[in-house]
């Protein structure tokens, strides 16, 4: 029998759960099994023994680790059966002496089994042992620790309940203490239903323990949601809080709990409640319904020999006994401070413009107006240029405009609507459009004003870290600077594109936000299923290719460690004169490199200038790259690929990554230029091995992209149509990518 049972409910928080899984298995402790709850179908995995539901993200993340560690054992429990049935499922499977809850987006600290160990051993067998917890915002703020107050007062060595009236079990969260299975078994215990699960479960059990002890130590370290805590969002759900205090008042009644402890019980139980029915944001409507049924519960449960706190706390109490709603809603008007709040305008150049701008955002919104951007105004490019193309088809309605740089106005096509960024209209139109698209962030002053719709397209498949995962890099925190400015700007996405699960999961990670992922595929590599060979060979002719060449696309990513464009070592030209006499070479820089127009000489064709990506991935019968996303939407193709990784380590110390790509790569990998040249000199580039890792990071990253996604976008975001109206994503086996040039050839 293990030491601990780990139960890990992982419903909605795929995207770190990865994270508290390994914090787990990294524990120097190891006797000990980890339970994830998915919502979703895990190979081999128990359950509540319900039909079997589609994998979720959280369920791959779970299988993959399970597949690693055999103390790692998936179970199933429906989403419909909330946090409580998640939890009650992995007890339910639990096998080790003692039971510890960890949300799917926290994590053990370093140690944390090892100390919980030694502590019981010094304290021998306990029903509940009590431990501290960090909480630690998400993006920016000093961690809290919030248990250690109410754990500071209990007796040193194990003790009865009634020697620590105070600690009641109902203000800490249950993931804040072990619980000895046994003890769990005997007394029946089950998480409740509802909302505020863990008030009534923390009360229950400390109602039923004969001795409990403390770790005055860290053991889980809490992410705080941006949002903060989803209990305390607004909506009906807060009458479940009711439901929990009179479960847990019952119960103790039912005990005859003496008044030293019911005294601090009721207290805190009514503390919450209290907070609750004098919070206005929380309760939009039923307050008088709430406060109504708390003040019956408050005089049934009220201990004998009860006194009312002192002060403005006293005054609630003696109003909530007397069921005075009216007088509670008088005095929580009179106790909260009025003002106006002016929001944060942006910052345009001049006095004129920003009253200009003040003006329009008074006018109503534009139902039939869109504003597109992309990469801060580089030109018509990307998924909003793919999307704003669809839109004039599906949606002729919708009035575009697409915002430029001043340099770019020429890089837009003829019959495209567009503004200058930061001209009067372009203020105008940012003020009255309905929909908002780019694929990256607008002005940080862009109100997101009630109706209108913000869609983040994204602009690659992360494989660095992004948004706040990037805090722990000096070097890419430095140049991000504030993330709470980033995370006001992600506050005001409605949707947020993916093209596979993955992204989903980081993006989740790197910019929490309450927005709607949608997983549609990325707009801009439908050409890649939809253009012909005729297009094939417009675009090499465009691009000066020889005919009967073969065309090598070189696209390495930027580095943050470097001041400039850099090969990395790799003379292009030493490197077509190895690989073969047919071999040339598009070279396309990153796009924070302006290398001006086309150029380039002899068998190295400078394609960086050329305004669309994926038609230089269209003309290319090869890539080469070194961490760029490039290689992902390339992956489409089902072309060649070859990681050029001449500087792996330093980029994933200093840059961060989500996966080693050393370990699944798309296709050989090359560390040095000779190896490089040589994949292509003895074919290997698209050898068999070559095409068996292509086929395998195909079914992981070309997840959604068949060639449809542009509609998705539209008919959902723009139409209005709902998802099961939109068309499916075509299987991956089913698509038929664009041919290359070489294939053509040999036909």
Known sequence: ????????????????????????????????????????????????????????????????????????????????????????????????????????????????????????????????????????PWWEGEPANPAAPLLRGAPDGAFSPGRAPGLTGVQLPAWSAAYRRAFVTERRLAFPDGRFTDVGWGGLAVLGAERMAVLRSVVVRHLVRRQGSRLNLPGEHHAELLDQVELVLTRAAEQGLPPERSGPLFEQLFAAVLKTAAHPRRLPAGRRAFFRRASTLYRRHRPAGF?????????????????????????????????????????????????????????????QLAVYCAYWGRGYVCNPAAIHAKARELAPHIRSVFLVEAGQAHAVPEGVDHAVIGSRRSWEVLARAKYL?????????????????????????????????????????????????????????????????????????????????????????????????????????????????????????HRDYRTGFETGGLDLEAFCEAAGEDVVVLLRAHYFYDRGGRGGGG???????????????????????????????????????????????????????????????????????????????????AGAESAARRAAFRERFC????????????????????????????????????PAATTLARS
């Open 1 to 136: 029998m293990p030491r601990f049972s780990i139960i890990v409910p992982s419903h909605g928080v795929a995207g770190r759960l990865s994270l508290a899984l390994d914090s787990v298995l990294a524990q120097s402790f190891g006797d000990f099994e980890l339970i994830p709850v998915c919502d979703g179908d895990v190979p081999g995995a128990g359950g509540t023994g319900d039909a079997a539901e589609p994998g979720s993200p959280a369920a791959d993340v779970a299988a993959r680790h399970a597949e690693r560690d055999s103390r790692v054992a998936p179970v199933r429990s429906p989403a419909s059966d909330g946090l409580a049935g998640a939890r009650n499922a992995g007890m339910r499977a639990a096998t080790g002496a003692y039971l510890l809850f960890l949300d799917g987006d926290d994590v053990l600290v370093p140690g944390a089994l090892a100390r919980l160990d030694a502590r019981l051993a010094e304290t021998g067998e306990v029903d509940v042992l009590h431990f501290e917890h960090e909480r630690v």
């Open 603 to 685: 068998r190295v064709i400078d394609v960086t200038a050329h305004r669309s990506s994926e038609d230089v991935c269209l003309a290319a019968d090869a890539l080469v790259t070194d961490y760029s996303s490039i290689m992902f939407d390339y992956a489409n193709l089902d072309r060649p690929i070859v990681v050029y990784a001449d500087d792996w380590d330093v980029y994933r110390e200093t840059r961060g990554v989500y996966f080693d790509l050393m370990v699944a790569p798309p296709g050989p990998v090359a560390r040095t230029p000779e190896e490089l040249a040589r994949v292509f000199r003895d074919g290997s580039y």
């Open 703 to 738: 997840e959604f992209d068949d060639g449809r996604a542009a509609e998705r976008v539209v008919r959902r975001v723009f139409l209005g149509e709902p998802p099961e109206a939109l068309p499916p994503v075509t299987p991956l086996a089913e698509r038929v990518p664009a």
């Open 307 to 367: 006194r009312f706190p002192g002060g403005s706390l006293g005054v609630q109490h003696r109003l909530l006994a007397a069921g005075s709603y009216a007088a509670f809603h008088a005095l929580r008007g009179a106790n909260r401070s009025v003002s106006g709040v002016i929001g944060r305008l942006p910052r345009p150049r001049t006095l004129r413009t920003r009253l200009l701008y003040r003006v329009h955002l008074r006018r109503p919104l534009d139902p």
């Open 437 to 557: 698209v780019n694929n990256a962030n607008f002005a940080e002053g862009v109100v997101k004003r009630p109706g209108s719709v913000h869609l983040q397209t994204q602009h690659g498949t992360p494989l660095k870290t992004m948004g706040v995962d990037q805090a722990t890099y000096p070097v890419v925190a430095a140049a991000t600077g504030s993330f709470a400015k980033l995370l006001g700007r992600v506050d005001r996405w409605d949707f947020s594109l993916s093209a596979n699960r993955h992204s989903t999961q980081m993006w989740e990670r790197a910019f929490p936000g309450s927005y709607e992922h949608l997983e549609y595929g990325y707009p801009r590599n439908d050409v890649y299923y939809t253009a012909t060979a005729e297009d094939v060979a417009r675009v090499r002719e465009e691009l000066g290719v020889p005919e009967g060449s073969t065309a090598v696309l070189y696209a390495p990513t």
